[in-house]
């Protein structure tokens, strides 16, 4: 999947969309989606009264700047050149339509070369001198912000959280070195077993909290792969709650006035009740607790959540 600030995608999940978002903003111009079967001819839809040809492209993993980029220009080149390979085909689908514009719809994209890019292949697909393409014809690419009130109001209507993100929800890397985290660990266990220190093995049950703590963190990441890629769509949810909720965790440490013990509670069964209600069926209780269990040892490593 490709994980976008409007959620994770495929190729087939993001085409879906897009038609639904075709369909309803250019109804009046009479929108026609071509099904990919047997094959495309470098167009997943069209308007028949103004000329705008569409194809959808999501890449199926999620793919860095560079990379990206690449990919993308590539659709481009391909998806054009089928326009002059489909050249016979292409007219008993799209009529007396004459293609003014051919829009590459993907999630987002961030090179400018991108945009060169299209300004090259429309000069040479005008230059074939094909009847159905106009001779100012132009080669765009929008990204999800283009359609973002249509894919707002689909969602809306199908009672999902619309989109207000920036940027796609991660969690911050972990740049720390290990020994460092390994000590704010066990600095915070004597701290959440201060009521503690008459018994005679205060020592052992230190050691015992910070390698369970420890362990914990150490598994974080391992536990959000895993459920990044069996639920996609609820790994994309989960961790713009957790990153939210962060907020909340690093304002409580600074205000807080109870024991550390308490507050370290407090925080956990406050993020299993907040997923719980955010994202149940798909996480359960049993699920949430490992979760927020995780997250916060490690916000406990990272000093997200302090007691100082």
């Known amino acids: 999947m490709f994980n976008s600030r409007f959620g994770p995608f495929d190729g087939g999940s993001w085409e879906a969309l897009c038609q639904q978002i075709f369909k309803q903003?250019?109804?009046?111009?009479?929108?026609?989606?071509?099904?990919?079967?047997?094959?495309?001819?470098?167009?997943?839809?069209?308007?028949?009264?103004?000329?705008?040809?569409?194809?959808?492209?999501?890449?199926?993993?999620?793919?860095?700047?560079?990379?990206?980029?690449?990919?993308?220009r590539d659709k481009i080149t391909a998806d054009l050149g089928k326009l002059h390979f489909y050249k016979d085909q292409i007219p008993r689908y799209i009529g007396t339509t004459v293609l003014n514009h051919w829009v590459l719809v993907t999630p987002e994209f961030n090179?400018?070369?991108?945009?060169?890019?299209?300004?090259?292949?429309?000069?040479?697909?005008?230059?074939?001198?094909?009847?159905?393409i106009s001779s100012d014809f132009t080669v765009l690419v929008f990204d999800g912000d283009d359609f973002i009130v249509e894919m707002n109001t689909i969602r809306a209507s199908l009672g999902q959280s619309l989109i207000f993100d920036d940027v796609a929800p991660a969690l911050p890397?972990?740049?720390?070195?290990?020994?460092?985290?390994?000590?704010?660990?066990?600095?915070?266990?004597?701290?959440?077993?201060?009521?503690?220190?008459?018994?005679?093995?205060?020592?052992?049950?230190?050691?015992?909290?910070?390698?369970?703590?420890?362990?914990?963190f150490l598994g974080a990441d391992g536990l959000l792969r895993r459920i990044e890629s069996r639920a996609p769509a609820?790994?994309?949810?989960?961790?713009?709650?957790?990153?939210?909720?962060?907020?909340?965790v690093v304002l409580t440490s600074d205000t807080?006035?109870?024991?550390?013990?308490?507050?370290?509670?407090?925080?956990?069964?406050?993020?299993?009740?907040?997923?719980?209600?955010?994202?149940?069926?798909?996480?359960d209780s049993t699920m949430a607790s490992a979760v927020a269990r995780h997250m916060v040892a490690r916000w406990l490593a990272i000093c997200e959540l302090d007691y100082d």
């Open 25 to 72: 903003k250019y109804k009046v111009e009479d929108y026609q989606p071509i099904p990919a079967s047997p094959g495309d001819f470098g167009l997943e839809g069209f308007t028949l009264k103004s000329g705008w040809g569409f194809q959808c492209y999501c890449p199926n993993t999620h793919y860095e700047r560079s990379e990206l980029y690449e990919k993308q």
């Open 111 to 132: 090179r400018h070369a991108l945009i060169a890019h299209a300004r090259t292949k429309e000069l040479e697909v005008r230059s074939w001198g094909l009847p159905f």
């Open 173 to 216: 890397e972990l740049n720390g070195e290990r020994e460092d985290y390994e000590e704010n660990v066990r600095r915070k266990s004597e701290k959440r077993l201060a009521h503690k220190t008459t018994l005679v093995d205060f020592n052992e049950r230190v050691q015992r909290m910070h390698q369970r703590t420890l362990e914990e």
């Open 234 to 248: 609820i790994f994309s949810r989960l961790v713009r709650l957790i990153n939210e909720f962060e907020n909340y």
């Open 256 to 283: 807080w006035e109870g024991s550390a013990e308490a507050l370290t509670t407090k925080v956990r069964e406050t993020l299993e009740i907040r997923i719980v209600n955010e994202l149940s069926p798909g996480i």
